[in-house]
């Protein structure tokens, strides 16, 4: 069975971190450029990271850019987000999803993803 799991989420103080951890299980994300979104109540969801197979690629939404971070262990099959200087508007449920499988080791464009995870909480609230 294909599964991706999120997990790392909860309630936070505007100012202060989170890291979200995708497990993957049953196939292997080496070929999967993998994303992060998420969606906020009465809001569509949207693209908030994507991570290229070798993890060298990256992209982020201008709304998280220079306080999140992606990052993949492909010996752990697992893929991270680290939420530094959170603020209130983050707050939302943030799935991963695996997008591929892809040929390209570098391209970290997540429009089309196969799979996709059950969502993990987070909420930054004082």
């Known amino acids: 069975q294909l599964q991706l799991v999120e997990s790392g989420g909860g309630l936070v103080q505007p100012g202060g971190s989170l890291r979200l951890s995708c497990a993957a299980s049953g196939f292997s994300l080496d070929y999967y450029m993998i994303g992060w979104f998420r969606q906020a109540p009465g809001k569509e969801r949207e693209g908030v990271s994507c991570?290229?197979?070798?993890?060298?690629?990256?992209n982020y939404a201008d709304s998280v850019k220079g306080r999140f971070t992606i990052s993949r262990d492909n010996a752990k099959n697992t893929v991270y987000l680290q939420m530094n200087s959170l603020k209130p508007e983050d707050t939302a449920i943030y799935y991963c999803?695996?997008?591929?499988?892809?040929?390209?080791?570098?391209?970290?464009?997540?429009?089309?993803?196969?799979?996709w995870g059950q969502g993990t909480q987070v909420t930054v609230s004082s």
């Open positions: 991570i290229s197979r070798n993890g060298g690629g990256t």
């Open positions: 999803a695996a997008d591929g499988p892809t040929l390209s080791p570098v391209q970290a464009i997540c429009a089309r993803p196969s799979y």
